[in-house]
């Protein structure tokens, strides 16, 4: 469509270490006209999630590398601005992993309506989409909590993280949550009812510190950082004890990962499990997760945190802050209105 004036962002350079934001540039684009069967989407909001670090390397990982040059792709909410797509209206709200650029066309078979309704449309790209579905199924499908088990969740503040802990409460766990800032310990504990957080940046001796705050071991522990909080949170674990590991925030920008201390010893003697998983494991229950935590939200048990990034040219650096904590909860970029 001629008469549009679409924006990308690329991928520069491939990233050695933490990225910068001369690793990506802000190119123009055209528009393509719709062919039958396909929809034109304006992005109204777009996801920075810290996997997408891994998807910056030249290797294959669980998806295909981003091409040089080529428009970098992540989950996005939008609107339906013309359809040639019988099941897609004009002014559909909707979400898909989509271009980091103004508009995306689409032959809507990855297209999904959104009620906004329920929730903000900002809202699916946290506590309603991936994140909340990777918290929701990492205690659900891999680790279900009984009633009284101790769980400790790293990256807490993060938008997995919150998520988690949140669950793990409402299941009628006692719950410990590790971020790094007192401020977000803060709202861990004062507004989202986490029992208590330890700030990882200001812990000198980690183990200790959650020997003070675990009294009776960890059941559950929710990785999403991995390094050497994830190896002190090893050393806790009980008898029958669940790891769950999502993320590993910590390793993503090393160009030669640590190796940290061997752990498989503690599996052995305490008969322990230790998973890790993405999200698309258990796509076929997305529904039904969405549904649960849509009403966790409507009674008041769930709550979220989003932080709000203005203009697609700032995607970037909005992606960097991911890894100098300067973000609380939900990362988004919004887009336009």
Not at 303 to 316: A, D, Q, R
Request: hydrophobic share 35%.
């Amino acid at each position: 469509m001629t008469s549009l004036k679409n924006r990308q962002i690329q991928l520069a350079n491939r990233p050695e270490g933490k990225p910068q934001t001369s690793d990506f540039e802000l190119v123009g684009a055209d528009v393509p006209e719709l062919k039958d069967g396909e929809i034109l989407i304006q992005t109204l909001f777009l996801s920075v999630d810290p996997g997408m670090r891994n998807m910056m390397k030249d290797k294959e990982s669980y998806t295909s590398p981003f091409g040089l040059h080529e428009v970098l792709t992540g989950r996005s909410v939008g609107k339906v601005i013309e359809s040639k797509n019988k099941n897609f209206e004009k002014g559909d709200a909707v979400f898909e992993r989509l271009g980091w650029q103004d508009y995306s066309v689409s032959n809507g078979e990855a297209t999904k309506k959104i009620d906004i309704d329920i929730a903000p449309a900002s809202a699916y790209l946290g506590v309603l989409g991936v994140p909340g579905l990777v918290a929701y199924f990492g205690l659900t499908e891999i680790a279900p909590p009984e009633k009284g088990e101790t769980v400790v969740v790293s990256g807490a503040s993060g938008a997995v993280g919150m998520n988690a802990g949140q669950i793990a409460k409402i299941k009628g766990c006692r719950v410990v949550g590790i971020a790094g800032s007192d401020e977000k310990n803060r709202y861990l504990t004062e507004e989202l009812g986490f029992d208590e957080a330890i700030n990882y940046k200001t812990t000198k001796d980690m183990k200790a510190a959650l020997e003070k705050v675990c009294p009776d071991g960890i059941d559950i522990y929710f990785d999403n950082v991995g390094g050497e909080i994830t190896d002190a949170a090893l050393q806790l674990i009980n008898y029958h004890a669940r790891v769950v590991v999502s993320g590993q925030t910590s390793q993503y920008n090393e160009e030669n990962p640590d190796q940290g201390p061997r752990f498989l010893n503690q599996l052995v003697t305490k008969s322990a499990m230790i998973k890790g998983f993405v999200v698309y494991d258990y796509e076929d229950k997305n529904d039904e997760a969405i549904e649960q935590m849509a009403k966790w939200i409507q009674e008041g048990k769930l709550k979220y945190k989003e932080n709000i990034v203005e203009g697609l040219e700032n995607s970037p650096q909005a992606f960097i802050d991911l890894f100098e904590s300067k973000s609380f909860g939900k990362q988004v970029v919004k887009v336009s209105e």
